[in-house]
């Protein structure tokens, strides 16, 4: 599977920008996906995620009720919309795909990684 993430861009504080990541090889609606992001100087983190069986989607408490994660299997393509984006929120941001249903928000988990895209808030 190979993930091809886009969408970044510079933003001001406040603002919103929607990722996405299209995914090509494997069978995309079979695959759990997430959203890490790796900021300077930081360790890379997890964001969002959402699982293959149910659709169930979890996010970290630092995105939680302005982020919002979903896909579409029938463009394989999973997305990131990002509203009321802070200063705190720059950083690279991955998609990321896997088999596994469970401990979604391990980076682990994930087998499959696009290149990433920059996302950067001006305050």
């Known amino acids: 599977v190979q993930l091809q993430a886009s969408g970044g861009g510079l933003v001001q504080a406040g603002g919103s920008l929607r990722l996405s990541c299209v995914a090509s090889?494997?069978?995309?609606?079979?695959?759990?996906l997430g959203w890490f992001r790796r900021a300077p100087g930081k360790e890379r983190e997890f964001v969002a995620a959402t699982k293959w069986t149910n659709g169930v989607t979890y996010y970290a408490d630092s995105v939680k009720g302005r982020f919002t994660i979903s896909r579409d299997n029938a463009k394989n393509t999973v997305y990131l919309q990002m509203n009321t984006l802070k200063p705190e929120d720059t950083a690279i941001y991955y998609c990321?795909?896997?088999?596994?249903?469970?401990?979604?928000?391990?980076?682990?988990?994930?087998?499959?990684w696009g290149q990433g895209t920059q996302v950067t808030v001006s305050s």
């Open positions: 090889g494997g069978t995309f609606s079979s695959y759990s």
């Open positions: 990321a795909a896997g088999s596994g249903t469970v401990y979604l928000t391990d980076r682990t988990v994930y087998k499959y």
